[in-house]
C-alpha cells in the first residue's frame, strides 16, 4: 500500500443504516479527491435507495482503486438483515 492507501479509513461493521451512507459519502469524497476511481458497483454511490426510500437490492457493494498503487478497496453492505464493512481488498 502507498501513502495514500495508508491514510484510508476502514470500517469493520456498520452500526445503522446512516454509518453506511455516511461511509459512502466518504467513498465519494475519496474519489472526488482524484486519488481514487469506482472499479464496480451494484449501483451509483448516490442511488442506493430508490424514489421510494428502499434499498436498491439486498447486497449492495462498490469497490474503489487508488490510482497510485492499483490497491483495492471494498464497501459492501447486507440491507436486508444489516451488516457489512468497509475493508482492503476484494
Known amino acids: 500500500m502507498c501513502e ?3 491514510r484510508v479509513i476502514l470500517r469493520k461493521g456498520f452500526r445503522s443504516p446512516q454509518d453506511y451512507l455516511d461511509c459512502l459519502s466518504y467513498l465519494q469524497e475519496l474519489i ?3 486519488d481514487f476511481e469506482l472499479e464496480s458497483g ?4 448516490d442511488k ?3 424514489p ?5 437490492d439486498d447486497m449492495i457493494g462498490h469497490v474503489i482503486r487508488c ?4 490497491q483495492a ?5 447486507c440491507t436486508y ?3 457489512g464493512s468497509f475493508r482492503k481488498g476484494r
Not at 421510494?52 to 436498491?56: F, H, P, Y
Open 4 to 6: 495514500v492507501c495508508q
Open 32 to 34: 472526488d479527491s482524484g
Open 42 to 45: 451494484t449501483c451509483d454511490l
Open 48 to 50: 442506493v435507495k430508490g
Open 52 to 56: 421510494d426510500g428502499c434499498w436498491m
Open 67 to 70: 490510482r497510485s498503487c492499483r
Open 73 to 77: 478497496f471494498t464497501c459492501s453492505a
Open 81 to 83: 438483515r444489516g451488516g
